[in-house]
């Protein structure tokens, strides 16, 4: 398969061709949740080992904060530029950090890298939607989600077992020396399979949107950091940050208003389809990170549990997640209905997390399993139903930049989440861990060293009486977390109970486009031009449309929209 197409020639979305490209985003999407599960079961070990247990939230705020920044940027440019070199960039910058992250010698150091390589995550997660948006029609989208369910569900198997093989046998480092050969098999695949068209840019960058809206997103995230700490919101840093996120969002909206070609244009917010499916995402992401987040370290730490089976706990979650994920896929290609999907999942979520408030050290693993499993069910009726709606509730030229806005704000949610609920769970954590250490006889000084340090394998050294605390301590820490995560889920099942229903397009994003030819008839043309019949291929002028040998005054495919979310292909007789 060659990596460009000949001047001329059209892209032919042959259902063959729709797989070899698929490949390749799968061995992106293998590279990013691989990654994942294999740092979120190393986590409470590296945290330990460079001693950054008191800021363990940065490594996750810091990843999510890159991600949430770039989305919209590589939506857009995506839109405006092709999708295929910049997929290959992303793989080429996550490759780069994880080798970062590897050989840094302290915490902040290794922060930094941690956020590098959300840069290449955020475009992993965009890309890939947006490029099977092109590829696949709306009314057969769900059905492809499939493979990426089952990445995901390998990932959810393979990557606590290895993440807890490299922790318990070899060293943290290795969670990250494993990224080198998958990133270079994915940028291989990568190269040779995702056969893209690539555009020149027609209207100017909107580089102060970028820039405003990186700002916004920075100090929104320094604003619930800070806040969240004890005594934060009454911090004058805390209100700096705070002032410099309205400062910001005001300067975006002006320019977006004014920009020739705005990275999110307002007029998405009319939309209210995309409005309410944006708004879910929101609200999902609060709940869904800030969860996941902490739950394998309570694992590991209140259960007394190695590394490796913590993250095989959330093996759970995953069937769950890819369980319905796969159905509810399955069966909005099959029926075209999807309403009842996110509704069913946000119940699912709320009556998750009202059990999970029930969390103590005595709670037997099957319990945790059985609520990670009705956690996992819910998320996968909402997730990928999302994103599906938004696509095709906006014209194919904004599909790249609708599908990066709903992951943005899911990911501002998802760092609203972990800051805030984070900081609630590491500032009670921190307490209740100082009243352990001093009880047992420690100085302040000496409970805060030790805080710092403090790994499972370290936990298991102490006093058996000192253990108890400390497990006790994480339990009492984490449950009640839950019980501020449940409104938000009440927000999202209210949202989705008024979502508003419109056809799912037949036409995928490139056809629609004028970029390439699907169906029987790029079958027929891939047929002929296989047979050796040159004439017969179709070819495309600059305006977009194809032209193919008719009769003297010649056919020509015309490629019209019939409105958000519709599509439809014809011949013109001219």
Same mark, same amino acid.
């Given at each position: 398969?060659?990596?460009?197409?000949?001047?001329?020639?059209?892209?032919?979305?042959?259902?063959?061709?729709?797989?070899?490209?698929?490949?390749?985003?799968?061995?992106?999407?293998?590279?990013?949740?691989?990654?994942?599960?294999?740092?979120?079961?190393?986590?409470?070990?590296?945290?330990?080992?460079?001693?950054?247990?008191?800021?363990?939230?940065?490594?996750?705020?810091?990843?999510?904060?890159?991600?949430?920044?770039?989305?919209?940027?590589?939506?857009?440019?995506?839109?405006? #530029?092709?999708?295929?070199?910049? $997929?290959?960039?992303? !793989?080429? %910058?996550?490759?780069? =950090?994880? +080798?970062?992250?590897? &050989? @840094?010698?302290?915490?902040?150091?290794?922060?930094?890298?941690?956020a590098i390589q959300g840069l290449g995550g955020g475009g992993l997660m965009i890309l890939s939607q947006a490029i099977i948006a092109d590829i696949v029609p709306a009314n057969e989208r769900g059905k492809y989600m499939g493979p990426l369910g089952a990445i995901f569900g390998l990932s959810a198997v393979a990557?606590?077992?290895?993440?807890?093989?490299?922790?318990?046998? #070899?060293?943290?480092?290795?969670? $990250?020396?494993?990224? !080198?050969? %998958?990133?270079?098999? =994915?940028? +291989?695949?990568?190269? &040779? @399979?995702?056969?893209?068209?690539?555009?020149?840019?027609?209207?100017?960058?909107?580089?102060?949107?970028?820039?405003?809206?990186?700002?916004?997103?920075?100090?929104?995230?320094?604003?619930?950091?800070?806040?969240?700490?004890?005594?934060?919101?009454?911090?004058?840093?805390?209100?700096?940050?705070?002032?410099?996120?309205?400062?910001?969002?005001?300067?975006?909206?002006?320019?977006?208003?004014?920009?020739?070609?705005?990275?999110?244009?307002?007029?998405?917010?009319?939309?209210?389809?995309?409005?309410?499916?944006?708004?879910?995402?929101?609200?999902?992401?609060?709940?869904?990170?800030?969860?996941?987040?902490?739950?394998?370290?309570?694992?590991?730490?209140?259960?007394?549990?190695?590394?490796?089976?913590?993250?095989?706990?959330?093996?759970?979650?995953?069937?769950?997640?890819?369980?319905?994920?796969?159905?509810?896929?399955?069966?909005?290609?099959?029926?075209?209905?999807?309403?009842?999907?996110?509704?069913?999942?946000?119940?699912?979520?709320?009556?998750?997390?009202?059990?999970?408030?029930?969390?103590?050290?005595?709670?037997?693993?099957?319990?945790?399993?059985?609520?990670?499993?009705?956690?996992?069910?819910?998320?996968?009726?909402?997730?990928?139903?999302?994103?599906?709606?938004?696509?095709?509730?906006?014209?194919?030229?904004?599909?790249?930049?609708?599908?990066?806005?709903?992951?943005?704000?899911?990911?501002?949610?998802?760092?609203?989440?972990?800051?805030?609920?984070?900081?609630?769970?590491?500032?009670?954590?921190?307490?209740?861990?100082?009243?352990?250490?001093?009880?047992?006889?420690?100085?302040?000084?000496?409970?805060?060293?030790?805080?710092?340090?403090?790994?499972?394998?370290?936990?298991?050294?102490?006093?058996?009486?000192?253990?108890?605390?400390?497990?006790?301590?994480?339990?009492?820490?984490?449950?009640?977390?839950?019980?501020?995560?449940?409104?938000?889920?009440?927000?999202?099942?209210?949202?989705?109970?008024?979502?508003?229903?419109?056809?799912?397009?037949?036409?995928?994003?490139?056809?629609?486009?004028?970029?390439?030819?699907?169906?029987?008839?790029?079958?027929?043309?891939?047929?002929?031009?296989?047979?050796?019949?040159?004439?017969?291929?179709?070819?495309?002028?600059?305006?977009?449309?194809?032209?193919?040998?008719?009769?003297?005054?010649?056919?020509?495919?015309?490629?019209?929209?019939?409105?958000?979310?519709?599509?439809?292909?014809?011949?013109?007789?001219?």
């Amino acid at each position: 398969m060659s990596t460009a197409l000949k001047a001329g020639e059209p892209l032919l979305l042959t259902q063959k061709r729709i797989w070899i490209i698929f490949s390749a985003l799968i061995a992106g999407m293998m590279l990013s949740s691989l990654d994942q599960t294999i740092v979120s079961t190393a986590m409470p070990t590296i945290v330990g080992k460079l001693g950054g247990v008191a800021h363990q939230t940065w490594i996750t705020t810091a990843y999510l904060l890159a991600t949430t920044i770039v989305m919209p940027i590589y939506g857009k440019l995506g839109d405006m #530029l092709g999708r295929r070199n910049l $997929f290959l960039a992303a !793989i080429a %910058i996550f490759t780069l =950090a994880s +080798i970062g992250c590897a &050989f @840094a010698t302290d915490f902040w150091g290794f922060v930094i890298f941690r956020a590098i390589q959300g840069l290449g995550g955020g475009g992993l997660m965009i890309l890939s939607q947006a490029i099977i948006a092109d590829i696949v029609p709306a009314n057969e989208r769900g059905k492809y989600m499939g493979p990426l369910g089952a990445i995901f569900g390998l990932s959810a198997v393979a990557g606590p077992l290895l993440g807890g093989y490299f922790v318990d046998h #070899l060293t943290w480092e290795w969670a $990250f020396y494993i990224n !080198i050969p %998958i990133g270079i098999a =994915a940028f +291989i695949v990568a190269f &040779f @399979a995702l056969t893209l068209p690539s555009k020149k840019a027609t209207r100017k960058i909107d580089y102060l949107g970028v820039v405003f809206l990186s700002i916004a997103t920075t100090c929104l995230i320094f604003f619930t950091d800070f806040g969240g700490k004890s005594d934060g919101w009454t911090s004058p840093t805390t209100w700096s940050w705070g002032a410099g996120l309205i400062a910001a969002v005001a300067l975006f909206i002006f320019t977006e208003s004014r920009a020739e070609d705005p990275i999110i244009p307002l007029s998405l917010f009319k939309n209210p389809i995309f409005l309410n499916s944006t708004a879910i995402g929101f609200v999902l992401g609060m709940g869904m990170f800030a969860a996941l987040a902490f739950v394998p370290t309570f694992l590991q730490m209140s259960s007394g549990t190695s590394a490796a089976e913590s993250g095989l706990l959330m093996l759970p979650m995953m069937v769950g997640l890819m369980g319905t994920s796969i159905w509810s896929g399955i069966r909005m290609s099959k029926t075209g209905k999807y309403k009842s999907f996110p509704i069913i999942g946000s119940v699912l979520t709320i009556i998750a997390m009202l059990w999970m408030t029930s969390l103590s050290a005595e709670t037997p693993i099957w319990v945790i399993c059985a609520q990670l499993f009705v956690f996992g069910a819910g998320l996968g009726f909402i997730m990928q139903i999302v994103v599906i709606v938004v696509q095709n509730s906006v014209p194919p030229a904004q599909i790249g930049t609708a599908t990066s806005t709903n992951n943005y704000f899911r990911e501002v949610g998802s760092a609203l989440g972990v800051a805030v609920f984070g900081a609630m769970f590491t500032t009670r954590l921190a307490e209740s861990l100082t009243k352990v250490f001093t009880e047992a006889g420690s100085s302040s000084a000496e409970a805060g060293s030790s805080m710092a340090s403090l790994d499972p394998q370290a936990l298991h050294q102490l006093p058996q009486g000192v253990q108890e605390g400390i497990i006790n301590a994480y339990a009492d820490s984490l449950a009640p977390v839950f019980w501020y995560l449940i409104p938000f889920m009440a927000i999202a099942l209210v949202l989705a109970i008024f979502m508003k229903v419109i056809p799912l397009s037949d036409t995928s994003g490139m056809v629609a486009r004028g970029e390439a030819i699907g169906g029987e008839e790029a079958e027929r043309l891939e047929a002929e031009r296989f047979a050796g019949k040159p004439a017969a291929a179709a070819s495309f002028s600059d305006s977009g449309d194809f032209s193919h040998p008719g009769d003297a005054a010649g056919d020509t495919l015309v490629l019209t929209q019939d409105g958000p979310g519709k599509g439809s292909h014809g011949l013109r007789h001219h």
